[in-house]
């Protein structure tokens, strides 16, 4: 089980949201590292990059990407956190948007918590191989 911290903890008896919480973080770093990885660009624009790529929109694009590869398992991951109920209202996201990317942040939470890197990596090239398309076609 690869994680950073060393206490047991089983993502299965958290609520959404606190997977949510965690994943939020994993999404960003995942991001943060390939842009850095990318070029040794300003921070500055690292920043901007990063920001346009982790907002809820973003996310809940990325979410619409992955859901035909997700096991039983993620996609009831998936649905606990965009149903989850929150006392947020998004600034700069529609509702639905917003929803989209709570599911996909607890999907990455519950997958981190549970040692699951290896999976972590492949939806995330899943996510970069459908924007190189993108890319391409644009």
């Known amino acids: 089980m690869e994680r950073f911290c060393f206490e ?13 919480f965690v994943g939020d973080t994993v999404f960003d770093l995942f991001i943060r590292e390939t842009l850095v990885c990318e070029a040794n660009r300003p921070v500055k624009q690292q920043h901007a990059m990063a920001a346009a790529r982790v907002k809820a929109a973003a996310q809940a694009e990325a979410a619409k990407i992955l859901l035909p590869a997700l096991t039983e398992t993620e996609l009831s991951q998936f649905r606990r956190g965009r149903n989850a109920h929150t006392n947020h ?15 996909l942040e607890t999907l990455f939470g519950y997958l981190y918590l549970n040692g699951e890197i290896d999976r972590l990596r492949a939806l995330m090239r899943l996510l970069e191989s459908a924007q190189t398309k993108g890319d391409e076609t644009t």
């Open 8 to 20: 047991p903890c089983d993502p299965a008896q958290l609520s959404a949201l606190n997977l949510a």
């Open 89 to 103: 209202k998004a600034k700069n996201a529609t509702e639905s948007d917003y929803h989209y990317a709570t599911g």
